[in-house]
């Protein structure tokens, strides 16, 4: 009546079908308690709240095809969700769909310190993979606020941005590869780490940014940049917006290669944070 979305003619989950979740990924990776499915269900605003009666942890991409592959043969909706720290609802349920949470799939499989590439799976939180890279003289090309709950799967599925975004561009240009598993349970094994691929269809660019539309991405391949050796924050006061424009203009004229963030907080912002923080305003 309202316009939004209708249930659709999707099977609703049996007892049969819990018990194939259970023997397919183990019954510790199986939640049905309510108590713990309600933080899952809703979204990290509080603004959206599904009615999944079952969250399923796979622990490797066979077990994520199996479960796929099942839940397509007995239309059964799945919505999958990484970190939960999306702000537009986007890894919560609408209804009551299966919800594929992959926090167990968090290994980080490889790294080539000479090509500067770290293999990982998409359960691993975003803070976990640039500790690791750090110690190694390299970093995540991506950073942000939510970096220790977040995860990578997450974030290439949202094509997300972050506050490295002026240095090191989208994630598109340093996920060199991913598998991930399409919703029939078929595979899709395009986890190279070469830099330069130009062999047919660069299928990975369908799935960065899809949000699961397509499939579920298990594993990537991503690009780590060079550890600044120097890292210096600055903090300006100015009187108007279009101070910010000429100090941004003239900081990517001057800095060009070694600006890596530009944060901006308006006078509103700022008192909000002075006041939570119970901190003194740094330019007092």
């Not at 537009?88 to 080539?112: A, L």
């Not at 220790?148 to 094509?159: A, E, F, M, P, R």
């Not at 986890?191 to 940014?209: E, V």
């Not at 903090?235 to 910010?244: C, G, I, P, T």
Request: with cysteine; aromatic share 6%; proline share 4%.
């Amino acid at each position: 009546a309202g316009g939004g979305p209708t249930r659709g003619e999707f099977k609703e989950i049996t007892e049969k079908d819990i018990l194939v979740f259970k023997n397919t990924v183990g019954v510790k990776n199986v939640i049905e308690d309510e108590a713990q499915l309600q933080p899952i269900n809703t979204d990290w605003l509080s603004h959206y709240k599904g009615h999944s009666k079952v969250a399923i942890c796979p622990e490797n991409t066979q077990q994520v095809a199996k479960i796929l592959r099942y839940c397509n043969d007995e239309k059964i909706a799945v919505v999958p969700q990484g970190g939960n720290t999306g702000l537009v609802g986007g890894s919560t349920p609408v209804f009551d769909e299966v919800i594929i949470n992959m926090k167990k799939m968090n290994k980080i499989e490889s790294f080539d310190p000479l090509l500067g590439v770290i293999v990982c799976e998409a359960g691993c939180i975003l803070q976990n993979l640039d500790e690791f890279l750090r110690e190694k003289g390299f970093l995540m090309p991506l950073d942000l606020g939510a970096k220790g709950s977040c995860q990578i799967g997450g974030n290439v599925s949202t094509n997300a941005g972050g506050i490295r975004y002026v240095r090191y561009g989208s994630l598109r240009g340093n996920i060199l590869g991913l598998e991930a598993v399409l919703p029939d349970g078929t595979v899709l094994d395009s986890l190279t780490s070469l830099r330069k691929d130009n062999t047919g269809y660069d299928i990975k660019q369908l799935m960065i940014g899809s949000e699961g539309t397509l499939g579920i991405t298990t594993k990537l391949a991503i690009l780590a940049p060079r550890l600044p050796s120097v890292v210096n924050v600055v903090m300006l006061a100015v009187k108007s917006f279009q101070d910010v424009l000429e100090i941004l203009g003239a900081a990517r004229e001057q800095l060009v290669d070694i600006l890596s963030a530009v944060e901006f907080l308006d006078l509103v912002s700022m008192k909000m944070s002075l006041s939570y923080l119970d901190v003194v305003y740094p330019l007092q």
